[in-house]
Structure formats: C-alpha cells, structure tokens
C-alpha cells in the first residue's frame, strides 16, 4: 500500500472509529434515541433494533478470526488488517447507532439517590475502561498505531501477553466494564432492555470465543494466566506471582 493510501485509511479509521465510539457512549449513557426515524410500529422497530445488533455482532466477530484473516490476505496486507478491521466495525456501529428506533414507554426507572449511584457507576466504569486500556501499554483498538510506525518507516511490535493492572483482577477487564455500563442506565425502555440482553449474551460469546484465540496463540502461558485470574467478573482478590 502507498505512503497517501496508508496516511488515507490512518485518518479515516481515526475519524470513523472514534465518531463511532463517542456515539456509542452517549447512548450508553444517555439511554436509547432515535437519529433517524424509520416510521416503524414497536413490532418493526424491535426487528430492526435486533437486526442491528446482530449486524454489528457479525461483522465484528467474524472479521477477528484468525482463518477469515488468513483468507483476505491477499486483498488487505496483515500490516493493514486491523485498521480495515475497526473501519469497518466504526461503519457498522455508527449505522447501528444512526438507525436504532427507540420504543417509547419506561420498563423500569430509578430515581433520586438509585439515579445518581448508576450515574456514579457509569462514570467509575468508564475510568476503569481506560484504566484497562492503559494496563495494556499498547492498546490500539483502531490499529492506527501499526500504520503510523508504517508510515514513518518504524518498525512494528507484536503485542505480548500482558498481566498487569486491571488484568491481574480479570482478564477481560474491558469487557467487565463494558457490562456494567451497559447495565447502569437509569432508565430501560423496551428497545433498551433488547439492547442489554443482546449484547451482554454477544459479549460472553465472543469473550469465550476470543479465549480460544489466545490460548492458540500464547498456549501454556495463557492457560496458567487462566487457572489463577477470573476471565471477566473480578470475584477473588490477584495472585502475586512475583
């Protein structure tokens, strides 16, 4: 790939992945809307809310495998592959998120000092996200930092196993944080409960899914990180192993 295609897919993985990601956090948030109103009744509506998640849950999930990787080879360079891979999940949440229908009428609410503690925990979740983020060293979830070095003739490094920081509690603790956030909205409307339900089931999945993975590809040493460290609820206080 050219200097300008690589610097071309750098700015638009970073435009559309983090616009995709401030979108997704408002949602969380501030609870389910509507960006685009499709006319759809509440039966429509819960459909394409479902076939929405299901939308993202493919694509992202499909495209992480190492055999579909392998397969598309020959048309995105590995050096490339995982700023391809967060375009395209940046395209398919944004579209997820622009034509999500929000289905009016409260399911359940919380109110005064309940309100506030899940608005706490929304805000101590997300810090805890980047806590997990920054346990890594070298986090990249838009895989621009692999083009960067590219571009500046730098070479690049393969991520190693890291157990520090949040990791030593789980060892999925951006999924952990992720569930709670999820869940700590105030309020859940019909479209929203689907939503938590979707997703919490989509995470588990690919969390185990992911564990395959990583076993593949750090065996032994992965499998004693798994015998001591829960894989994403943090039930048990961290073994040292120093």
């Given at each position: 790939?050219?200097?300008?295609?690589?610097?071309m897919?750098?700015?638009?993985?970073?435009?559309?992945?983090?616009?995709?990601?401030?979108?997704?956090?408002?949602?969380?948030?501030?609870?389910?809307?509507?960006?685009?109103?499709?006319g759809?009744?509440r039966?429509?509506?819960?459909?394409?809310?479902?076939?929405?998640?299901?939308?993202?849950?493919?694509?992202?999930?499909?495209?992480?495998?190492?055999?579909?990787?392998?397969?598309l080879?020959?048309?995105?360079?590995?050096?490339?592959?995982?700023?391809?891979?967060?375009?395209?999940?940046?395209?398919?949440l944004?579209?997820?998120?622009?034509?999500?229908?929000?289905?009016?009428g409260?399911?359940?609410?919380?109110?005064?000092?309940?309100?506030?503690?899940?608005?706490?925990?929304?805000?101590?979740?997300?810090?805890?996200?980047?806590?997990?983020?920054?346990?890594?060293?070298?986090?990249?979830?838009l895989?621009?930092?692999?083009?960067?070095?590219?571009?500046q003739?730098?070479?690049?490094?393969?991520?190693?196993?890291?157990?520090?920081?949040a990791?030593?509690?789980?060892?999925?603790?951006?999924?952990?944080?992720?569930?709670?956030?999820?869940?700590?909205?105030?309020e859940?409307t019909?479209?929203?409960?689907?939503?938590?339900?979707?997703?919490?089931?989509?995470?588990?999945?690919?969390?185990?899914?992911?564990?395959?993975?990583?076993?593949?590809?750090?065996?032994?040493?992965?499998?004693?990180?798994?015998?001591?460290?829960?894989?994403?609820?943090?039930?048990?206080?961290?073994?040292?192993?120093?």
């Amino acid at each position: 790939m050219s200097r300008i295609k690589a610097t071309m897919l750098f700015y638009a993985t970073l435009t559309i992945g983090l616009g995709s990601m401030i979108m997704f956090s408002l949602f969380l948030f501030l609870g389910s809307f509507t960006v685009i109103d499709l006319g759809l009744d509440r039966s429509q509506a819960f459909v394409a809310d479902a076939l929405l998640s299901l939308l993202f849950f493919l694509q992202h999930s499909i495209m992480v495998r190492k055999g579909v990787r392998m397969g598309l080879a020959n048309l995105i360079p590995d050096d490339y592959y995982n700023a391809f891979y967060a375009f395209s999940s940046g395209i398919t949440l944004l579209a997820t998120m622009l034509f999500w229908q929000r289905i009016p009428g409260s399911i359940a609410a919380t109110g005064g000092v309940f309100h506030w503690m899940l608005r706490a925990l929304f805000f101590l979740c997300f810090a805890g996200f980047h806590w997990g983020s920054k346990s890594l060293g070298s986090f990249d979830p838009l895989g621009v930092k692999k083009i960067k070095r590219l571009i500046q003739n730098r070479d690049t490094r393969a991520m190693p196993l890291t157990v520090r920081g949040a990791y030593t509690w789980v060892r999925h603790p951006l999924y952990f944080f992720s569930l709670v956030m999820i869940w700590s909205c105030p309020e859940l409307t019909l479209d929203r409960l689907l939503f938590n339900v979707l997703w919490t089931v989509w995470i588990v999945i690919a969390t185990l899914l992911e564990e395959k993975d990583l076993v593949i590809e750090f065996g032994d040493q992965y499998r004693q990180y798994q015998a001591r460290v829960p894989m994403i609820i943090p039930y048990k206080l961290p073994v040292r192993t120093d």
